[in-house]
């Protein structure tokens, strides 16, 4: 109907790009462009090529998205991508080679059609899918791994055996370290200008949502502490990037007005974050696997889901 | 609307009291307040300490479920306090420490969000939650003691390596011991007064269905000792508890008078608690977990889903 | 209300071996009496022992069904039966001794009731339950013999330690030894005369099925070739019976003219199957359980779930 003008194909594009770095954004539940790009300098000042692999990832999971015939609305929000950033990056860190990226691309488009099924399989109960492909996805990649030539497993990853499994707390704590490297470690990054960075991208995206971060994140620091949590573990923000992700769905993102106790209730969820973290940990020891973001998504379905029934909360 | 006259307040705290003994009954699948005394009573008997933890257990998961907006009726049946129940009472006694009181309150609290989750997840599917929400919580929080210095596990529960793994099944079996353990390991209880005193506490919540326990209990012991099942967990009553909780559950409590073979799916349901309870123990084995009630969950929503394609059953 | 005529227990009858064999051949999607007959010859050829163990479980599978008072439209195109035929099948090869068959068939009627269950659980998905019982069912009881006297394990299933596992991909690949195993292992079958006659078993039910399934396999196997899998397990048709299934599923079975992709999405599932089954396999080791069909449901579940979100795969 209407006339064809300079600028469309340019529009196209700057839709595209846009879906993309949302992508990015989304996976700290936020749909906000300028949130994506600063999220990627951060990553991009780790790493160029993990920055690389991310963008790419994002770009592929809306293409598959496109491709496939999903709803335009939940692609232009970044909904089709976040999980394709995540598994990306996830397996170009933890698979070794120099065919990974080839791997880490292909799992990217998977996750975008893994989101599709979780999106339709999670419908009927109302709760958002979050990163729950992306962490399945990955686990069964990296178990793949013990099974095929192709893939070598990072030396970071070492099944352990429970029955000859010894807890080692010792270590200093250092808090603000804890800080900046669990909002770093959302996007697998420990260094303390990126994680800075990502903290300005998510007070970009909304002031509550920034201060929400902070508290989530000091909250399971003490109860990690408190619980005795390994401090090597702490201090690398491996206890607190869950707790982040929690609190600002529980508390700020998926609330709405009847929920008369929202923070309350994402500190809790955030501070279950810790036993959760621990608890999948040991689970996982025997496989080598990291437990990447499911304690965030375990904490956040179960208060979400409580909600329902309890809608205090 | 109506004027406040005296007794009121005491209404309000004798409906909270009932609510929570409910709480205790609800255990076995009966709505019963003297049923729940009984059986707090005889959680005493076996251990005061125990029997306190229990009590205050139940009193919390009602509060949460208050606090939080349940449904008043779901409150009232004692919905909302049976996970608690069990779940305060596992930690107690899993969990060795001084603190080990705060962690299982604190779980009991958990335990009465996670059945909120629960019931709004498995809503549409008209299947009862029964007891999942415990078990899973439980299991959590007992491999988090592997990653956490707070928590120390209790040093019966010992992590196996199925490589090395030997079935050893010598040991009398006494299978009056067996009837009256079974009956107390709902509660975790094995000796055999405690175990006598909570038959007495089903046969009044109802004669059949303490008739109902005897069936299922006697077919669970038969089964497990002809398939060869380790003669000391017999004894101990542990593959029977299951099966008690499975036949009052399909045969009784969530039956209708379509289900012309109603006893009978229950029979073979209790009977199927057995391999199951011992696939469960072999997946466990390397995690040195307890299966706790996960085998009437299984057997339970096996006979109630397939209820809904096949009526007879 | 019709006047009783010879030829209608004949009817009876014949409706009867009709749904049974239709349940052999529903193990491959297809509901085609000759079909199933020309699989249970594939299977006599190999052994008289399992052949009439499948029939067998088939048979106790309808009749579980229309004893339970299932839906007679479902009873007779064989979907409460697959599931028994598969599970009696795997348990008289997995588990050894005199009373195997007692054993075999028995889990064939419970597999009816899982299936019935499942059928109910996953009805307001719209999605196909396929062979998730059978799976389900078969490692629990695989695992329940560890701790059963009765059961013993066929040495062929051996428990191994992640911690000292070593990959070995040595020996040398037969690419049609690998085409014609990699059908008849959908039935636990690895001789190449057996796989023939499966082979023409599924031309029969369609000739675009025969295709599909050539296509998938021959995917699946370069697939992981290329990846580096086990040759053994290639040559064995380990790599290719679960692309065979999800081919025929995502392609042909449960297809419709929406799907504009539907035999590039066919064979980028089947595809998919090999990571699936190498991550699987990993996170089974520990347990010494087979992977079974699993790749197969994980990959078409994701795959028809997608496209309820994505009509275009």
Redesign the interface.
Known sequence: METDKPGIMDGKVASFLSASLKGISQVILIENVITGLLILIAIMISSVYLGVIAFLSAVIGTL??K?????EESINQGLLGYNSVLTGMALALFINGSYTWIIALAGAA?AA??T??????MK??E?PILTFPFIVLT?????????????TLSSSL??????H?E?N?TGKVNLLDGIFHGIGQVFFLDNTMSGILIFIAVFWGGRKLGLYAVIGNAAAIIIAY?????HALIVLGLYGYNAILTIIAVSAVFKNQHHRYALQSGIIAAC?T??????????L????LPALTMPFVLAT??????R??????
């Open positions: 598959v998205g491709f496939g015939g999903a709803n998977v059609i893994f599709a099924a979780m999106m339709h399989f009927n109960t709760i686990w069964f990649i990296l178990l793949a791994a013990y099974k095929l030539k192709a893939l070492v099944p352990q055996d429970l029955t499994w807890l707390i408190v619980l005795g949590g390994e279950l810790v036993p959760i973290t621990a608890g999948l940990s040991a689970w020891l025997p496989y080598g379905w179960l208060f979400l889901g409580a329902k029934v309890m809608p205090n909360l």
